[in-house]
C-alpha cells in the first residue's frame, strides 16, 4: 500500500523558514489533488495547503502569504516552503491526497520556538 514520507522538519526560530519534502514510491504524484496537512496533539487534523493536478492551489487562511506549496513531477515529489514561521505552526505534517486518501505516514516535526 502506498504511504507517503514526509521530511524536512526541524526546530526553528520565529521568523525562520523550512521547506517540507513529501515522496510517495509507487504512485504519481502529479497525477492527483495533493495536500499538506498538520496536526497539534489533541485537535484534529487540518488541511493547510493543496494542489491540484493542474497546478491549482489553496491555502488556509493561517499560513497564506507565508507558506508555498509546489510539486515537482519529475522527482515525483511535492514541496512546502514555510517562510515567517510563528510558535502556532507548531505540529507534525502530513501530506497525503485530497480524496481517497493513502495510509498516513508518520510525519514530520516542525517546532517552532524561541
Known amino acids: 500500500q502506498v504511504q507517503p514520507v514526509e521530511s524536512g522538519g526541524g526546530l526553528v526560530q520565529p521568523g525562520e523558514s523550512l521547506r517540507l519534502s513529501c515522496a510517495t514510491s509507487?504512485?504519481?504524484?502529479?497525477?492527483?489533488?495533493m495536500g499538506w496537512y498538520r496536526q497539534v496533539p489533541g485537535k484534529q487534523r487540518e488541511l493547510v495547503a493543496s494542489?491540484?493536478?493542474?497546478?491549482?492551489?489553496i491555502y488556509a487562511d493561517s499560513v497564506k502569504g507565508r507558506f508555498t506549496i509546489s510539486r515537482d513531477n519529475a522527482k515525483n515529489t511535492m514541496n512546502l516552503q514555510m517562510n515567517s514561521l510563528i510558535p502556532d505552526d507548531t505540529a507534525i505534517y502530513y501530506c497525503?491526497?485530497?480524496?481517497?486518501?493513502?495510509?498516513w505516514g508518520q510525519g514530520t516535526q516542525v517546532t517552532v520556538s524561541s
Open positions: 497525503n491526497k485530497i480524496t481517497n486518501l493513502l495510509r
Open positions: 509507487g504512485m504519481r504524484i502529479g497525477l492527483f489533488a
Open positions: 494542489i491540484t493536478s493542474g497546478g491549482s492551489t
